[in-house]
């Protein structure tokens, strides 16, 4: 998550508030050292509510804590399904691959 604050650029004490915000959602997330899981999480909102910066910080956090399966349904029109995945492109975390899906990388 520290990657993806350093890429947006937001000052310290914004950074540390998303950071903090995140590991609260976090938080509400299945262990994913667990032997089985059936925690899921919704995130629901208006317009330029935060919805994708609430995403993209929760993958990252994922991520960074090994979680193996995120599933990122982004918009119901094309524009959005395309748009979405390219704002986590930026900073690494997730790759194209041939077959036209998006995998998370480390």
Known sequence: IDG????????EN???????????IMEMCG???AATNVDTGLVIGYVQSGKTLSFTSLTAL???N???LIIIIA???IPLS???????TPFGQMKLTPLGHFKLTP
Not at 14 to 24: L, P
Not at 82 to 88: G, S, T
């Open 62 to 64: 994922a991520n960074d």
């Open 14 to 24: 914004v950074g540390n508030k998303i950071i903090d915000e995140t590991f609260r």
């Open 82 to 88: 395309v748009e979405n995945p390219r704002k986590l």
């Open 66 to 68: 090994h979680y193996q």
């Open 31 to 33: 262990n994913p050292n």
């Open 75 to 77: 918009g119901t029109s």
């Open 4 to 11: 993806l604050i350093k890429f947006k650029g937001f000052p």
